[in-house]
């Protein structure tokens, strides 16, 4: 078995967010793929288990893919996902093709530039938000020690789903954004009884280009440096939200506080049910 290392909305090894990578993961059960994510020490893992008796393995059109924190199973992942892309990509050839997840059926396109550089974009399952109960967001921001004076009115506080839950909290400006300090086994708890898997906290910069941080408890990890699953969920939020005039091209920053910069590209189309598109690149570690 051959275990990847990718850095997933970067070109640089040194930035984005770094993810394990299994391209064959045929033989494995779950308590194995729990303790290579363990090993492996990164906020995901994915593993691709390619279906039996395939023809040509490597060129299916559909692959069954799993991710694992080092802590636990998670139903999706957007950065593991681009980075899986990628790393299969380089090894099989660019091209389109479905990541089974547990989250549902997930297209990722990839395309190899003139530099030998690929560039990968998923589209999610369909996104929705629904609002959070006062109570719970009591706690939410207690847990991440914010205030309600701390909060942009105009984005308001949502729980958004595009493969995985993520409650949606936007900072009134920059530094409140840049000050992360909060309560971790508050927060844990919180978000194993609510099943989110990052809290999304965002600040917008303008219409189109907004920063994020995402703290990760659940996952043994205290912040993620670039969620891809998130922003597909935040676009769609926006768009549900009617925060933003579709069809629309975003840029999302995540990292820089923690010194790993990442760019994540989303694409929000018109229609309520249509999926978010993001995109980004990867490379190997």
């Not at 995985?164 to 844990?188: C, G, S, T």
């Not at 809290?199 to 990890?221: C, I, K, M, T």
Request: glycine share 10%.
């Amino acid at each position: 078995m051959e275990i990847l290392e990718y850095v997933a909305f970067s070109t640089d090894p040194s930035g984005g967010n770094p993810a394990g990578v299994v391209l064959d993961a045929s033989g494995l059960d779950d308590a194995a793929m729990l303790r290579i994510a363990a090993e492996v020490g990164h906020s995901e893992t994915a593993f691709v288990l390619p279906p039996r008796g395939a023809a040509q393995p490597g060129r299916e059109s559909h692959l069954d893919v799993r991710y694992f924190s080092p802590l636990a199973e998670v139903p999706f992942c957007g950065h593991a996902t681009i980075a899986t892309a990628v790393a299969h990509a380089q090894r099989h050839g660019a091209g389109e093709r479905t990541f089974r997840t547990k989250a549902g059926e997930v297209l990722v396109a990839t395309e190899t530039g003139p530099d030998g550089s690929v560039m990968a974009t998923l589209v999610s399952v369909a996104p929705r938000s629904e609002p959070i109960p006062q109570d719970v967001t009591d706690r939410l921001l207690a847990a991440l020690r914010w205030s309600a004076e701390d909060l942009d009115p105009a984005l308001p506080v949502r729980a958004a789903y595009a493969g995985a839950w993520h409650p949606v909290v936007a900072a009134a400006d920059r530094a409140r954004l840049a000050r992360l300090d909060y309560d971790r086994e508050a927060l844990a708890a919180l978000m194993a009884h609510r099943g989110w898997t990052t809290v999304d906290l965002v600040w917008r910069e303008s219409p189109s280009v907004f920063h994020a941080r995402n703290p990760f408890p659940p996952g043994g990890v205290v912040e993620d440096p670039a969620t891809g699953a998130a922003a597909a969920a935040f676009g769609g939020y926006l768009r549900t939200e009617g925060l933003v005039d579709t069809p629309a091209t975003l840029t999302v920053h995540q990292g820089y506080d923690m010194g790993r910069p990442s760019t994540i590209r989303v694409r929000v189309p018109a229609g309520a049910d249509t999926g978010i598109e993001v995109s980004g690149t990867a490379v190997a570690i």
